[in-house]
C-alpha cells in the first residue's frame, strides 16, 4: 500500500488582504553564563547577546496551513502551535524570517527564531503574550533558552518548570569563538545526561551563587568567576578542546572570564565594557586563533522580545 504525502501549505497569493500582521526581533545568545541541575529540573542562565532574529507574521483567512521558508520547519511549527493556542487553528500564516544568526553553534538561533514567530502570531491577533507563555510554546517545538525573558533569567529549558528573572545585564562585551563543528539541539537533548549533570551539581551551584552575586553586586568579575566554573565543569558534559587554550587568552587580556555553550560550540572571552577593550580583544583573538572558523564581537543584553 502506497503511503501518501502530507499536504504542503498552501503557497498560492492569498485571497485577500491579511486579517492581522507584526514583526518582532528576538535576541540570539552567546551560550549560557551557567548551566546545570537544580534538583530534578535542568536548567541554564540566559546570556543574550545584540545579535537578533527577526520574523514577520501575516495571517490570513481561506489560506491552510504556515507558509514558511523551507529551512524553517520549526519556526512554522511555532506559529501552528500559537495558532491552536489562541483558539485561530482556522486562519492561515505566511511567515517571513531574516536571521543572521550562524545555526548549531549555540547562538540561539532557532530559540530567537521561535520567540520572535510566537510573539508575533500573538500581536497579529491583538494579544501580547507574556514571556512564560511563549516559553511554554517555544517548548513545544524543541529545547529553547530563555530569551524571551527580559534581563538575564534562569530558565528550564526542557520542561518550563523553573523561571526566574535574575535582574538586567551587567556591561559585557564578549569576544566569542568558534572552532568548528555544530550541534543539533533536538538530538543533543535527547541522550540522557542526567547522571553527568548529577555529577557535576556541586559546581554548577557554585557557580549559579557566583552569577547570581554578581549580578545582585553589578560585579562582572564575579560573574564572570561563576561563569567560568560552570564552563569547567560542563567539560566533564559536553568537552571543549579549546577550553584550556581559550581560557589562558582571556587571562592573558584581563577579561573576567569565559563561558561556552554547553551544548554549542562557541567559547566566550567576557570583557568588562567599562574598559572599552573589546575591539582590541577582538583582533587579538583573530591574531591568536588564526585557526578559528569565526570570531564574533558581541555585547551582553537584556532578554525579551521587540515589536519592529
Not at 508575533?120 to 517548548?139: D, E, F, H, S, Y
Not at 566533564?236 to 578542546?241: A, G
Request: hydrophobic letters at 45%; charged letters at 20%; aromatic letters at 4%.
Amino acid at each position: 500500500m502506497n503511503e501518501q504525502t502530507p499536504p504542503l501549505p498552501d503557497t498560492s497569493p492569498p485571497p485577500e488582504a491579511p486579517i492581522g500582521a507584526a514583526t518582532v526581533r528576538a535576541p540570539g545568545v552567546c551560550g549560557e553564563l551557567v548551566q546545570g541541575m537544580l534538583g530534578d529540573s535542568y536548567f541554564l542562565v540566559t546570556c543574550p547577546v545584540d545579535f537578533f532574529a527577526r520574523v514577520r507574521v501575516e495571517l490570513y483567512r481561506g489560506l491552510s496551513g504556515v507558509a514558511a521558508p523551507p529551512d524553517c520547519a520549526k519556526t512554522a511549527a511555532a506559529v501552528a502551535h500559537t495558532l491552536a493556542h489562541l483558539g485561530h487553528a482556522d486562519l492561515g500564516a505566511r511567515v517571513s524570517v531574516s536571521n543572521p544568526i550562524p545555526r548549531g553553534k549555540g547562538l540561539g538561533s532557532s530559540s530567537a527564531d521561535l520567540s520572535a514567530a510566537i510573539a508575533a502570531t500573538g500581536l497579529a491577533l491583538g494579544v501580547a503574550l507574556p514571556p512564560a507563555r511563549i516559553g511554554r510554546l517555544a517548548l513545544q517545538v524543541e529545547p529553547t533558552d530563555g530569551v524571551m525573558f527580559p534581563g538575564i533569567a534562569l530558565f528550564d529549558h526542557r520542561a518550563g518548570t523553573l523561571v526566574e528573572e535574575l535582574g538586567p545585564p551587567l556591561p559585557l562585551e564578549i569576544v566569542a569563538l568558534d572552532f568548528g563543528g555544530s550541534v543539533d539541539t533536538l538530538d543533543f537533548n535527547r541522550v540522557d545526561r542526567r547522571a553527568q549533570w548529577q555529577a557535576i551539581q556541586p559546581q554548577t551551584d557554585a557557580a549559579l551563587a557566583l552569577v547570581r552575586e554578581g549580578l545582585a553586586r553589578r560585579d562582572a568579575r564575579l560573574l564572570g568567576q561563576g561563569a567560568s566554573r560552570s564552563a569547567e565543569a560542563g567539560q566533564q558534559v559536553s568537552f571543549k578542546p579549546r577550553l584550556p587554550d581559550v581560557a589562558r587568552f582571556a587571562e592573558s587580556v584581563g577579561a573576567v572570564g569565559v563561558n561556552v555553550a554547553h551544548s554549542g560550540a562557541i567559547i566566550g572571552v567576557l570583557l568588562d565594557a567599562r574598559e572599552r577593550r573589546g575591539k582590541s580583544v577582538f583582533r587579538q583573538a583573530r591574531e591568536s586563533f588564526p585557526e578559528a572558523e569565526a570570531i564574533h564581537h558581541l555585547r551582553l543584553l537584556g532578554g525579551g522580545v521587540r515589536v519592529v
